[in-house]
């Protein structure tokens, strides 16, 4: 479950990024200024792409979980999108505070915040969606353990990774019953949206 790659996005003044759905609807999710992975890299926004793609088609979504959290923005948006219980996984203590700080700042008191869940893919617990925006070989080598830990009919959004990726993903998800739905790309980077038979 390690990954020794250095994720970093320095923020040095607190961010509100505005995301519209549909029906002018939109989404404010507020960071603090901090340096944990998660702003406005395209990796980040091709996740967000994938995640309002997933609401604006009404998928039955009752449970996430976001591997990989860092700042939290994507926490943020999926609970504010959808109020769904939403858990997330984090290496770096670092980060894990951050998006601890920035969930309190989104949420209020009354509402319960995201839970932090230690090595998510050795639990039992299922989810009906998701989200992982890890660079290098985690996704590769994890993909089986996710996709167990995914609701049949769930759904899992991938980035982190080139567009040259895309075939290769497609094949080693479609040996574990995960089929391609739909992709963002933003060149090179790319997310892809899979769901659990
Ligand atoms: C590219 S950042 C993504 C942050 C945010 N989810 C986003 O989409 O912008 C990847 C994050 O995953 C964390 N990470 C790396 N390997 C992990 C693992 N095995 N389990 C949980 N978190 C991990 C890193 O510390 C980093 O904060």
Redesign the pocket.
């Known amino acids: 479950?390690?990954?020794f790659?250095i994720?970093i996005e320095e923020r040095t003044e607190d961010e509100t990024h505005v995301v519209e759905l549909e029906n002018n609807r939109t989404i404010e999710i507020f960071l603090n200024k901090g340096s944990?992975?998660?702003s406005n890299?395209s990796?980040?926004l091709l996740?967000i792409e994938s995640l309002k793609f997933l609401y604006i088609q009404n998928k039955s979504i009752d449970s996430a979980l976001?591997?990989?959290?860092?700042?939290g923005?994507?926490s943020i948006f999926i609970k504010k999108m959808s109020f769904t219980e939403v858990d997330y996984?984090?290496?770096?203590e670092f980060?894990r505070n951050e998006c601890l700080k920035n969930f309190k700042s989104n949420f209020t008191k009354k509402l319960k915040l995201p839970e932090l869940v230690d090595n998510p893919l050795s639990k039992n617990k299922k989810y009906d969606l998701v989200v992982v925006?890890?660079?290098g070989s985690?996704i590769p080598k994890n993909l089986l353990k996710i996709s167990e830990i995914i609701s049949n009919n769930g759904y899992l959004v991938i980035?982190?990774f080139n567009i040259n990726k895309e075939n290769k993903y497609v094949n080693l998800a479609s040996g574990i019953n995960l089929n391609l739905i739909k992709s963002f790309k933003k060149d090179p980077w790319i997310s892809m949206i899979f769901s659990k038979e």
């Open positions: 479950m390690e990954n790659d994720y944990a992975f998660g890299h990796t980040t996740s976001d591997i990989g959290s860092g700042s923005i994507l996984s984090e290496i770096d980060a925006n890890i660079s985690f980035s982190g």
